[in-house]
């Protein structure tokens, strides 16, 4: 699956710190290694293997768009998965502690795939045309199997800034024969959304938002696209980063992942119409001062 890549982000090292036990303590510790799988920031996934079974806390992965959200995974591995591991972590060159990220991606999409959702929050956009501009529905849906809480999407800060800490979502779209070559014409980028944006805030109350397993809740936002762009089927995807997430206990702490990914067919070029012209320049300009 091709994924869509934020190209004003800063690019940092994908990088995988193995902690390997004692040979004493190999059978009570187990193996353990965590990945920086952020692309902007520093939020790490932790995983445990022992006695065949693996644990992977996974707070995100901005890079690889078939892992989307953030989640707890439980499940087994058979002994010749284990001795693959184990064999490829033992011959990975280190420095200063840090390994490449790919060299444990198989194994990753492998828990992944293959886990037991213990925890897991998704997130999907829907984009179409509205008022000359976008409306976006952004869908929080838990997947799993206990509740996940998390700062509301009504107290996000709504720009980037990876030292101080913010919580922030930014779409992107991508004409689908535009996925390698990046014409500027067939792709586009909005803002950094954050409460400011939402159309819905007042049914997002408190600071924290709570969801049961099963449940979903949509956070709506006008918004508009950084260009103008061809028609065509667009690849949508979304990108989140979130300072707070305060259940399960696992995952507290800040979060950073991509959402699942979506088409959209826009029927024409944007802007096109009287109102899309004058409703993008009049953002443009207000962007601009």
Known sequence: MQIVQLKFLRTTAFVLSLIFMESSMSTSEGLVFSVNGSASNYTNTDVRI????????MRGNTRE?????????????DDLTLEGLSGVASTMRVDRGYVDFY??????????DTGSRIAKLDVKPTISLKNGGFLLDLAFHNSGKSQVAFSSPSEWEGYYNPIAGTSWAIVTGVRDDNLKIHDKEREFNTDWLGSSAMLNREEFRGALLRLQPGETRHAKYMVFPS??????????????????VVE?????????FVGQETYVEFPRDYPSTPEELATFATHQREKNQ
């Not at 022992?50 to 806390?57: G, S, Y």
């Not at 260009?227 to 707070?244: C, D, H, M, T, W």
């Open 248 to 256: 399960p206990q696992a995952l507290k702490g800040n979060v950073e």
């Open 50 to 57: 022992k006695d065949n079974r693996f644990t992977m806390v």
């Open 227 to 244: 260009n103008p762009f061809i028609k065509g089927r667009y690849l949508i995807g979304v990108s989140i980063a979130i300072q707070e």
């Open 103 to 112: 060299h444990a991606l198989k194994y990753l999409k492998l828990f992944y």
């Open 65 to 77: 768009g078939e892992m989307p959200g953030i989640g707890i995974f439980e499940g087994s591995i």
